[in-house]
């Protein structure tokens, strides 16, 4: 039998049930980890004895003095070898003492040597135990970089045996994304980061989580990344902290690491995947997740995915006993395998020893309305687990952050998401035991200021037992000082605002709320997007008067409610003081920037009505409120900047064009602009001068004698036969008046066409876009070509963002033959169906897609190869040919 001894002397006072100010813990990662003889030397109080040297052990009696240390009513202690006659915890480590490894038994003793008996099967069990007596005593270790220890008496434990409520309990920090842990986990060997790392596990371990995992990125040396993550998991081992990486199968998106080279044939894959999976698990790793689709919105034919697991999942097994492999079940719902089932679903083909995580994004909970990934809600993943095999392993892996400008990156508050993991924990709870069985949960995160350390630390205590939102800001409360009660209780309410908004009256709301990326804006226009983008200044502006009215009524009118709701929530928030608990100024600052975000959203939407209204200078002054906003939300930035953030300001906030990521950026680079306030500024401004300044419009004289306007649905990619490819190219042309001039409608009449834009839709050209096409009517069809035809591409708020270059431009349209020129047009119906040949240079839209979308060159250019069916291992031609069928409809004006 191993034991340990944890010997603890209270001074004979009486432990006060009143809870004092906050204190912070003393740094555990010094000497104090060593054992110290020297406990005569040191005033009554905690000794610890320890008589084993598993690191899990050790670390948390270092913990457990240096928590009773900063109680008033303990007067300290050491980590001692020999025990004493005083207050003692007694650690004894036995197996078969208990139904699990990582429970334990807490008994208070009520004869002998008072104190309090810890009994586990395991040392990480016994770890475990006597995390909870640290926590109980008022321990808070919120964020791996930050402490607290709020003064709790020691409670009298009655000798239940303690279970977690899951097995498998942490965080996949998603390292795709620039947040700290791609550095330090990516690059442990530059500067602090190895330290970091240690104390990353280190907050793990007190938080009584055991699975990290990451992505692996393809950026990654593995000459120098594995026999540095070799040292990492040997650590996280002595914690009980099971390690795992995600790797792709064929997936090109930002940066993932793929096991398969670009063009493999079937024997060649295989291989890729066993020398692959090789590399990786020479690190130590004890877990590996696949990312089974070449992105979240595109994919490999289905038997090839299922070979793939198959090879992948048999290797694991022959030569990688000791890990266990998982597939990441996506949540796209528009992504269909070749039996109309869900895609992301095929893993319940694959052997059963395949893990599963069973993801969903965002705040989004398993029941709710979720209007992402082209799904209405997420009740398909509860399908997957409904659906999977008793043996198969689960793990419930929703978000606390998504970044990309949805969340903390704004930033946004989000306290829905402490609610919605309550729910889908409560949700999970419930389900009968028939079926699949979830014994996990990871969550997915990726980033933790702005309060979003809250979600996760709230985790940390509801993956191990059952605790509620609330019930956890209750207990957190003293973390904010003597108004601690009345900070939750604005969190509680804002809570409450948000669910009522977001998951009863409107889900849609969010997008308001949330910034947006130009891949949104373009994605929205491609109908590729993980999350629609806000609806678009221009769109509302061109709304006819009922739909304005329908729109205003749903959207504008119920933000500009919510706006008043969250501002009487934020009247209960203590006002600012000096000396306050630097969390209660993150706190202030971060709910103070949720009202900022809906005033900002009310004001630029309520200038549409001025726009609409021919209203120039009631817009500027909305636009200059807006602007007002705007400022004061750099302001806040700033401070917070200077006075909160955990970690460097080069890892968080600034240029980081070291990075193994896609983005050279740190996650919070665009808050310190807040880039996603001031591009909306922008973007309103541009509306405003796009409304009320067409002087410039116009086509050259002599004006065509019959114009035509075609957009959207009316041009279609027919060449090459991809609905991806005519989704992507197609909606990449912008909406064109076609400007026809003939001498006359028959066979050897000569003639030309001006091609114009129309972004603003007044059926006039826009300023300097005019190309004239030279033409001839030969077999009843007009002909007419030009050397180049360059189109503004655009995103839905229609920002420039590249430019179309299409090379020897040749448009055919058939031409009816009946009616007469009149007074100089052609009439209506006079121009037919037709097309648009020429050839595209590939250069302008693959880098304008590498600038503005977070995938790489080689990701672009092997989607545009399949697009047009092209060996994967040629380079890209410089041009590509492209038909466009293009139908004209009825004319217009001139």
């Given at each position: 039998?191993?034991?340990?001894?944890?010997?603890a002397?209270?001074?004979?006072?009486?432990?006060?049930?009143?809870?004092?100010?906050?204190?912070?813990?003393a740094?555990?990662?010094?000497?104090?980890?060593?054992?110290?003889?020297?406990?005569?030397?040191?005033?009554?109080?905690?000794?610890?004895?320890v008589?084993?040297?598993?690191?899990g052990?050790?670390?948390?009696?270092?913990?457990?003095?240096?928590?009773?240390?900063t109680?008033?009513?303990?007067?300290?202690?050491?980590?001692?070898?020999?025990?004493?006659?005083?207050?003692?915890?007694?650690?004894?480590?036995?197996?078969?003492s208990?139904?699990?490894?990582?429970?334990?038994?807490?008994?208070?003793?009520?004869?002998?040597?008072?104190?309090?008996?810890?009994?586990?099967n395991?040392?990480?069990?016994?770890?475990?135990?006597?995390?909870?007596?640290?926590?109980?005593?008022?321990?808070?270790?919120?964020?791996?970089?930050?402490?607290?220890?709020?003064?709790?008496?020691?409670?009298?434990?009655?000798?239940?045996?303690?279970?977690?409520?899951?097995?498998?309990?942490?965080?996949?920090?998603?390292?795709q994304?620039?947040?700290?842990?791609?550095?330090?986990?990516?690059?442990?060997?530059?500067?602090?980061?190895?330290?970091?790392?240690?104390?990353?596990?280190?907050?793990?371990?007190?938080?009584?989580q055991?699975?990290?995992?990451?992505?692996?990125?393809?950026?990654?040396?593995?000459?120098?990344?594995?026999?540095?993550?070799?040292?990492?998991?040997?650590?996280?081992?002595?914690?009980?902290?099971?390690?795992?990486?995600?790797?792709?199968?064929?997936?090109?998106?930002?940066?993932?690491?793929?096991?398969?080279?670009?063009?493999?044939?079937?024997?060649?894959?295989?291989?890729?995947?066993?020398?692959?999976?090789?590399?990786?698990?020479?690190?130590?790793?004890?877990?590996?997740?696949?990312?089974?689709?070449?992105?979240?919105?595109t994919?490999?034919?289905?038997?090839?995915?299922?070979?793939?697991?198959?090879?992948a999942?048999?290797?694991?097994?022959?030569?990688?006993?000791g890990v266990?492999?998982?597939?990441w079940?996506?949540?796209?719902?528009?992504?269909?395998?070749?039996?109309?089932?869900?895609f992301?679903?095929?893993?319940?083909?694959a052997?059963?020893?395949?893990?599963?995580f069973?993801?969903?994004?965002?705040?989004?909970?398993?029941?709710?309305?979720?209007?992402?990934?082209?799904?209405?809600?997420?009740?398909?993943?509860?399908?997957?687990?409904?659906?999977?095999?008793?043996?198969?392993?689960?793990?419930?892996?929703?978000?606390?952050?998504?970044?990309?400008?949805f969340?903390?990156?704004?930033?946004?508050?989000?306290?829905?998401?402490?609610?919605?993991?309550?729910?889908?924990?409560?949700t999970?709870?419930?389900?009968?035991?028939?079926?699949?069985?979830?014994?996990?949960?990871?969550t997915?995160?990726?980033?933790?200021?702005?309060?979003?350390?809250?979600y996760?630390h709230?985790?940390?205590?509801?993956?191990w037992?059952?605790e509620?939102?609330?019930?956890?800001?209750?207990?957190?409360a003293?973390?904010?000082?003597?108004k601690?009660?009345?900070?939750?209780?604005?969190?509680?309410?804002?809570?409450?605002?948000?669910?009522?908004?977001?998951?009863?009256?409107?889900?849609?709301?969010?997008?308001?709320?949330?910034?947006?990326?130009?891949?949104?804006?373009?994605?929205?226009?491609?109908?590729?997007?993980?999350?629609?983008?806000?609806?678009?200044?221009?769109?509302?502006?061109?709304?006819?008067?009922?739909?304005?009215?329908?729109?205003?009524?749903?959207?504008?009118?119920?933000?500009?409610?919510?706006?008043?709701?969250?501002?009487?929530a934020?009247?209960?928030?203590?006002?600012?003081a000096?000396?306050?608990?630097?969390?209660?100024?993150?706190l202030?600052?971060?709910?103070?920037?949720?009202?900022?975000?809906?005033?900002?959203?009310?004001?630029?939407?309520?200038?549409?009505?001025?726009?609409?209204a021919?209203?120039r200078?009631?817009?500027?002054?909305?636009?200059?409120?807006?602007?007002?906003?705007?400022?004061?939300?750099?302001?806040?930035?700033?401070?917070t900047?200077?006075?909160?953030?955990?970690?460097?300001?080069n890892?968080l906030?600034?240029?980081?064009?070291e990075t193994?990521?896609?983005?050279?950026?740190?996650?919070?680079a665009?808050?310190?602009?807040?880039?996603?306030?001031?591009?909306?500024?922008d973007?309103?401004?541009?509306?405003?001068?796009?409304?009320?300044?067409?002087?410039?419009e116009?086509?050259?004289e002599?004006?065509?004698?019959?114009?035509?306007?075609t957009?959207?649905?009316?041009?279609l990619?027919?060449?090459?036969?991809?609905?991806?490819?005519?989704?992507?190219?197609?909606?990449?042309?912008?909406?064109?008046?076609?400007?026809?001039?003939?001498?006359?409608?028959?066979?050897?009449?000569?003639?030309?066409?001006?091609?114009?834009?129309?972004?603003?839709?007044?059926?006039?050209p826009?300023?300097?876009?005019?190309?004239?096409?030279?033409?001839?009517?030969?077999?009843?069809?007009?002909?007419?070509?030009?050397?180049?035809?360059?189109?503004?591409?655009?995103?839905?708020?229609?920002?420039?963002?590249?430019?179309?270059?299409?090379?020897?431009?040749?448009?055919?349209?058939?031409?009816?033959?009946?009616?007469?020129?009149?007074?100089?047009?052609l009439?209506?119906?006079?121009?037919?169906?037709?097309?648009?040949?020429?050839?595209?240079e590939?250069?302008?839209?693959?880098?304008a897609?590498?600038?503005?979308?977070?995938?790489?060159?080689?990701g672009?250019?092997?989607?545009?190869?399949?697009?047009?069916e092209?060996?994967?291992?040629?380079?890209l031609?410089?041009?590509?040919p492209?038909i466009?069928?293009?139908d004209?409809?009825?004319?217009?004006?001139?």
């Amino acid at each position: 039998m191993r034991y340990v001894l944890v010997l603890a002397s209270l001074a004979l006072v009486a432990c006060s049930e009143d809870v004092p100010e906050m204190t912070a813990a003393a740094d555990t990662a010094t000497d104090s980890d060593q054992p110290n003889d020297a406990a005569g030397e040191l005033p009554v109080g905690l000794e610890v004895v320890v008589v084993t040297e598993h690191p899990g052990l050790l670390a948390a009696a270092a913990d457990l003095v240096d928590v009773a240390a900063t109680q008033p009513a303990w007067a300290g202690g050491a980590v001692v070898s020999e025990p004493g006659d005083r207050y003692a915890v007694v650690v004894t480590v036995a197996a078969g003492s208990g139904p699990d490894d990582q429970g334990y038994r807490l008994t208070t003793r009520a004869s002998g040597l008072p104190g309090v008996e810890v009994v586990a099967n395991t040392p990480v069990g016994a770890m475990n135990g006597l995390y909870q007596i640290a926590q109980d005593l008022g321990a808070l270790w919120i964020h791996p970089e930050e402490e607290h220890v709020v003064a709790r008496p020691m409670p009298t434990y009655p000798g239940d045996w303690t279970t977690p409520r899951y097995d498998r309990r942490g965080f996949h920090e998603h390292t795709q994304h620039p947040i700290p842990m791609s550095d330090y986990l990516l690059r442990p060997t530059v500067g602090d980061h190895r330290e970091r790392v240690s104390r990353y596990l280190r907050w793990m371990a007190r938080n009584r989580q055991n699975v990290l995992f990451f992505h692996a990125l393809k950026t990654l040396d593995l000459t120098t990344w594995v026999p540095a993550m070799k040292a990492i998991t040997a650590e996280a081992a002595g914690y009980g902290i099971d390690m795992g990486a995600v790797i792709g199968f064929a997936d090109e998106q930002q940066h993932a690491f793929k096991l398969i080279e670009t063009g493999a044939t079937a024997d060649e894959a295989d291989e890729d995947i066993r020398a692959g999976l090789d590399a990786v698990l020479a690190s130590g790793l004890q877990l590996i997740g696949f990312q089974i689709g070449t992105s979240e919105f595109t994919k490999p034919a289905d038997a090839e995915v299922l070979r793939w697991l198959d090879v992948a999942t048999s290797h694991v097994r022959d030569a990688h006993p000791g890990v266990r492999p998982y597939a990441w079940i996506h949540i796209t719902c528009s992504l269909l395998a070749e039996d109309g089932g869900k895609f992301f679903h095929l893993p319940l083909q694959a052997d059963s020893s395949l893990g599963a995580f069973v993801h969903t994004t965002m705040f989004y909970t398993l029941s709710d309305p979720a209007p992402v990934y082209d799904c209405e809600d997420f009740t398909h993943q509860v399908a997957f687990i409904d659906a999977a095999e008793a043996d198969r392993e689960l793990v419930f892996f929703p978000e606390t952050a998504w970044w990309l400008g949805f969340d903390n990156n704004v930033p946004l508050v989000l306290p829905i998401t402490g609610l919605s993991r309550e729910r889908d924990m409560a949700t999970l709870d419930a389900r009968p035991d028939d079926g699949g069985r979830v014994t996990g949960h990871v969550t997915f995160t990726s980033g933790r200021e702005w309060t979003y350390w809250q979600y996760d630390h709230f985790l940390t205590r509801a993956t191990w037992r059952t605790e509620t939102w609330e019930q956890y800001l209750d207990a957190t409360a003293p973390l904010f000082g003597s108004k601690g009660a009345a900070a939750a209780g604005v969190v509680k309410a804002v809570t409450a605002l948000q669910e009522k908004l977001l998951y009863q009256d409107n889900p849609e709301a969010i997008f308001y709320l949330a910034g947006e990326l130009t891949q949104d804006e373009v994605g929205a226009q491609i109908g590729i997007l993980a999350r629609r983008p806000k609806i678009a200044f221009k769109d509302v502006w061109e709304y006819d008067k009922a739909t304005y009215d329908a729109w205003k009524i749903r959207d504008l009118d119920r933000l500009t409610q919510f706006r008043a709701e969250v501002a009487a929530a934020l009247d209960g928030m203590p006002p600012a003081a000096d000396g306050e608990p630097t969390l209660l100024t993150e706190l202030r600052r971060s709910y103070t920037l949720l009202l900022d975000r809906v005033a900002h959203t009310v004001v630029l939407y309520g200038a549409i009505g001025d726009i609409r209204a021919k209203d120039r200078p009631a817009a500027d002054a909305k636009l200059a409120e807006a602007r007002a906003i705007t400022e004061e939300v750099k302001a806040i930035v700033a401070a917070t900047e200077s006075e909160i953030y955990r970690d460097p300001l080069n890892i968080l906030a600034e240029p980081k064009p070291e990075t193994l990521t896609a983005y050279p950026i740190g996650y919070l680079a665009e808050t310190r602009t807040a880039f996603f306030w001031s591009r909306r500024d922008d973007q309103l401004a541009d509306l405003i001068d796009l409304a009320f300044a067409a002087d410039d419009e116009g086509w050259p004289e002599p004006a065509p004698q019959s114009v035509y306007r075609t957009e959207g649905e009316a041009v279609l990619l027919t060449k090459p036969a991809s609905e991806l490819g005519s989704s992507i190219l197609a909606s990449f042309i912008p909406p064109l008046l076609l400007g026809v001039t003939l001498d006359a409608v028959t066979d050897g009449a000569k003639g030309h066409m001006d091609i114009g834009e129309d972004a603003n839709g007044n059926e006039l050209p826009d300023g300097a876009t005019v190309t004239r096409f030279e033409g001839s009517v030969a077999a009843g069809r007009l002909d007419a070509a030009a050397e180049r035809l360059e189109l503004d591409v655009r995103d839905s708020s229609s920002k420039v963002i590249a430019t179309m270059v299409l090379v020897a431009p040749r448009f055919s349209f058939a031409l009816d033959g009946s009616g007469k020129l009149g007074s100089g047009k052609l009439g209506s119906g006079k121009l037919g169906a037709g097309e648009l040949a020429a050839d595209f240079e590939t250069k302008p839209l693959i880098d304008a897609v590498i600038a503005n979308a977070g995938i790489d060159r080689a990701g672009i250019e092997s989607l545009v190869k399949s697009i047009f069916e092209l060996p994967a291992e040629e380079p890209l031609p410089a041009l590509l040919p492209v038909i466009f069928a293009v139908d004209p409809g009825a004319p217009v004006d001139p």
